[in-house]
């Protein structure tokens, strides 16, 4: 059974880091991307980060560039996204997902962990 667990999200304050995990079972993951998206209350989901779990090559939104990473451990199969310098409108439901690398849709998404930055 394939899962995607995330964990990591919580309230903290404008200025904060965090980091939130996602643990991937279930299948081999060498032949994906990895992706960080995420949706705020009333907002359209948007990626936020993707990671190709062979080549390590990254990609991110303009929005996040230079304050988060994404990374992986491939001993631990878990994606990590480091979010520094967090601002209010960072606040949303940040998902794991994980695609083919030869597709454009995610196949398989996680449940969601909720970041929430206070100003």
């Known amino acids: 059974q394939v899962q995607l667990v995330e964990s990591g999200g919580r309230l903290v304050q404008a200025g904060d880091s965090l980091r939130l995990s996602c643990a991937a079972s279930g299948r081999t993951w060498s032949h994906y991307v990895m992706g960080w998206l995420r949706q705020g209350t009333g907002k359209e989901r948007e990626s936020v980060a993707t990671?190709?779990?062979?080549?390590?090559?990254?990609y991110y939104s303009d929005n996040v560039k230079g304050r988060f990473t994404i990374s992986r451990d491939n001993a631990k199969n878990t994606v990590y996204l480091t979010m520094n310098s967090l601002k209010p409108e960072d606040t949303a439901v940040y998902y794991c997902?994980?695609?083919?690398?030869?597709?454009?849709?995610?196949?398989?998404w996680g449940q969601g962990t909720q970041v929430t930055v206070s100003s």
């Open positions: 990671i190709s779990w062979s080549s390590g090559v990254t």
């Open positions: 997902a994980a695609r083919s690398s030869s597709a454009s849709r995610y196949e398989y």
